[in-house]
């Protein structure tokens, strides 16, 4: 059984209102899927009405410019990484999320370099009157995370800040600012967001050979 079957299957559910966690259980146990396997469906396979609702409430890639832009630091950062390292799907809502699984376990490396370096060009191209890059500061070594980001910041010549936060997903969902985010909870409480990754691959295009789509994976 492939991954892109029982994407179907799955699919299949959730457009007729199972739970996204037990849709992804009952069809993983009936054909045995690996671990590796579960993780990419529970991230990349989501019900078609969240789908539209998704799409339809992200702003346009140029909103950036001119507007604040407060940035989900650790999802953005790695999911850069991941672009990198060919470890990034596109799900079925058109966001870019990593397949790794690390957040909690973040150390920096030199695709962390490179991908903040990236993101921070994209980000001086667009010309957002602001930006804010937000990290959760339970996650360890986040100050000195949020440090290298405002040096970078100052050296890219944009105007802005980095810092922690205790409730950083509160926060983000209750800016007034534009979000930029790949988590699914926040894309769909924030006031105004945008497909950030999405946007830089269709700026950046040879950095879309480092992302899969689910037919792309064979159980």
Same mark, same amino acid.
């Given at each position: 059984?492939?991954?892109?079957?029982?994407?179907?299957?799955?699919?299949?559910?959730?457009?007729?209102?199972?739970?996204?966690? %037990?849709? !992804?259980? $009952?069809?993983? #146990?009936?054909?045995?899927?690996? =671990?590796?396997?579960?993780?990419? @469906?529970? +991230?990349?396979?989501?019900?078609?009405?969240?789908?539209?609702?998704?799409?339809?409430?992200?702003?346009?890639?140029?909103?950036?410019?001119?507007?604040?832009?407060?940035?989900?630091?650790?999802?953005?950062?790695?999911?850069?990484?991941?672009?990198?390292?060919?470890?990034?799907?596109?799900?079925?809502?058109?966001?870019?999320?990593?397949?790794?699984?690390?957040?909690?376990?973040?150390?920096?490396?030199?695709?962390?370099?490179?991908?903040?370096?990236?993101?921070?060009?994209?980000?001086?191209?667009?010309?957002? %009157?602001? !930006?804010? $890059?937000?990290? #959760?500061?339970?996650?360890?070594? =986040?100050?000195?995370?949020?440090? @290298?980001? +405002?040096?970078?910041?100052?050296?890219?010549?944009?105007?802005?800040?980095?810092?922690?936060?205790?409730?950083?997903?509160?926060?983000?969902?209750?800016?007034?600012?534009?979000?930029?985010?790949?988590?699914?909870?926040?894309?769909?409480?924030?006031?105004?967001?945008?497909?950030?990754?999405?946007?830089?691959?269709?700026?950046?295009?040879?950095?879309?050979?480092?992302?899969?789509?689910?037919?792309?994976?064979?159980?």
């Amino acid at each position: 059984m492939s991954i892109e079957d029982a994407a179907i299957d799955i699919r299949y559910l959730l457009n007729r209102g199972f739970p996204q966690k %037990s849709a !992804v259980g $009952f069809v993983c #146990d009936h054909y045995r899927m690996d =671990s590796d396997s579960r993780h990419i @469906l529970s +991230r990349a396979v989501i019900a078609r009405s969240i789908c539209e609702k998704r799409r339809l409430k992200f702003l346009p890639c140029d909103k950036i410019r001119g507007n604040k832009v407060i940035i989900d630091g650790y999802n953005i950062i790695i999911g850069m990484e991941s672009i990198l390292e060919k470890k990034a799907i596109l799900c079925d809502d058109r966001v870019i999320r990593d397949i790794k699984g690390i957040s909690r376990n973040f150390n920096t490396s030199g695709n962390t370099h490179h991908a903040i370096e990236l993101i921070l060009s994209f980000l001086k191209e667009k010309g957002p %009157s602001q !930006v804010c $890059f937000l990290f #959760d500061s339970q996650i360890s070594k =986040s100050g000195l995370l949020a440090g @290298l980001l +405002r040096e970078k910041i100052d050296q890219a010549g944009l105007i802005g800040d980095a810092r922690t936060s205790r409730h950083a997903d509160h926060d983000l969902k209750c800016s007034h600012d534009i979000v930029a985010s790949s988590d699914g909870v926040i894309i769909d409480n924030a006031e105004r967001t945008i497909n950030f990754l999405f946007c830089m691959i269709c700026e950046i295009p040879h950095l879309e050979a480092g992302i899969s789509r689910i037919n792309e994976f064979t159980g």
